[in-house]
């Protein structure tokens, strides 16, 4: 599937080199430590509450709402553009030569088609859920979409889906390239090839597009668009910038690193979209509300704005379900690729 598991990294015939790959270990340790770094910013502020109370009261909470959600919007669209890289990064390799850029350009082209699709859908979505506003309360539809973003994202979660991911959805992509290369080769069809390699473009950017659209549904009728606009900038640039060093300067990234810790800092949104759902069912009176009165000195109201805990039985509840199927998922699976231990 185009990752090398010693490595890390997605084949793009780069040769290694001894010293080139001591500077890459050296790289990709500093990025991971920086990304580690980043996703665990919030746990340290959890584990010591007493320098947060200096931090986050100084802000109003409608901005600290805001803040959160630019990042943790900008944290899902970076790893589902990640995972829409390392596809693509899969699907090209091993095509060297002239024909890596007959190959490159439909594919490219299917990308592009797929940012307009993707474009198309959210646009489509925002019409069908303003519509259904007028029909029914504004809490209940955040509630319902909010639910079904959450549901996606338990799923994106799973390791075992993870994995038949990448075994399933790479090597399909990569067996309709290699039929289309065959095809070429045997009858010299140049067109309905090089349509084929853009279809192929485009669902391996959509299929993250949709997603993408999906989750961020919820946190646009709750906050607006501009949080929304602003967090999906910041991690288009970023997902840019890791499709420029990899198609571009043809560099390889510690991608299977990059994976496992977006895939923390994933897990750290989950938890917060599961709490801020379970406020909203709340509210939406889908859900009793239990109010825990030895937690009420203890969670301040920053701590719900940025991390959305509540003191109450059935958001902590909800969030400790989701947690414990995420690290149930991943133990499963651990535990399945190495049965004698």
Same mark, same amino acid.
């Given at each position: 599937m185009g990752l090398n598991r010693d490595s890390g990294s997605a084949s793009l015939g780069v040769s290694a080199h001894p010293a080139g790959i001591v500077r890459g270990f050296r790289r990709s340790a500093r990025w991971s430590l920086f990304l580690f770094g980043v996703a665990l910013l919030p746990a340290s502020f959890l584990a010591a509450p007493f320098r947060a109370a200096q931090i986050f009261p100084l802000l109003p909470l409608s901005l600290a709402d805001q803040t959160?959600?630019?990042?943790?919007?900008?944290?899902?669209?970076? %790893? +589902?553009?990640? +995972?829409?890289?390392?596809?693509?990064?899969?699907?090209?390799?091993?095509?060297?030569?002239?024909?890596?850029?007959?190959?490159?350009?439909?594919?490219?082209?299917?990308?592009?088609?797929?940012?307009?699709?993707?474009?198309?859908?959210?646009?489509?979505?925002?019409?069908?859920?303003?519509? /259904?506003?007028? %029909?029914?309360?504004?809490?209940?539809?955040?509630?319902?979409?909010?639910? /079904?973003?959450?549901?996606? $994202?338990?799923?994106?979660?799973?390791?075992?889906?993870? %994995?038949?991911?990448?075994?399933?959805?790479?090597? $399909?992509?990569?067996?309709?390239?290699?039929?289309?290369?065959?095809?070429?080769?045997?009858?010299?069809?140049?067109?309905?090839?090089?349509?084929?390699?853009?279809? $192929?473009?485009?669902?391996?950017?959509?299929?993250?597009?949709? +997603?993408?659209?999906?989750?961020?549904?919820?946190? %646009?009728?709750?906050?607006?668009?501009?949080?929304? /606009?602003?967090g999906t900038l910041a991690g288009a640039i970023f997902t840019a910038l890791v499709a420029v060093v990899t198609f571009v300067l043809h560099r390889r990234l510690p991608y299977r690193k990059m994976l496992v810790v977006t895939g923390v800092m994933l897990a750290f949104v989950l938890l917060v979209m599961v709490g801020e759902q379970a406020q909203e069912m709340q509210l939406a009176g889908w859900l009793p509300k239990t109010t825990i009165p030895v937690l009420l000195g203890v969670f301040p109201a920053w701590a719900g704005a940025w991390f959305s805990l509540f003191p109450t039985a059935e958001?902590?509840?909800?969030?400790?379900?989701?947690?414990?199927?995420?690290?149930?998922?991943?133990?499963?699976?651990?535990?399945s690729q190495n049965p004698s231990r």
């Open positions: 959160s959600t630019i990042l943790n919007i900008s944290i899902l669209v970076f %790893r +589902e553009g990640l +995972e829409c890289v390392l596809v693509l990064a899969a699907v090209v390799a091993g095509v060297h030569g002239p024909a890596q850029k007959d190959f490159r350009r439909p594919v490219a082209l299917g990308v592009a088609l797929g940012f307009v699709a993707t474009l198309i859908t959210w646009r489509i979505a925002v019409g069908v859920l303003d519509g /259904l506003e007028s %029909r029914i309360s504004a809490l209940a539809l955040q509630a319902a979409t909010g639910l /079904l973003a959450i549901l996606v $994202l338990l799923l994106v979660m799973n390791w075992f889906f993870h %994995r038949t991911y990448w075994t399933g959805w790479i090597s $399909l992509q990569n067996s309709w390239k290699k039929d289309l290369l065959d095809q070429r080769r045997r009858d010299g069809s140049e067109r309905r090839v090089f349509w084929g390699l853009a279809l $192929l473009g485009l669902t391996c950017f959509y299929r993250e597009g949709f +997603e993408v659209v999906l989750f961020l549904q919820g946190y %646009r009728l709750r906050f607006g668009g501009l949080p929304v /606009l602003l958001t902590l509840a909800a969030q400790f379900i989701a947690a414990a199927l995420v690290l149930g998922s991943y133990m499963s699976a651990t535990s």
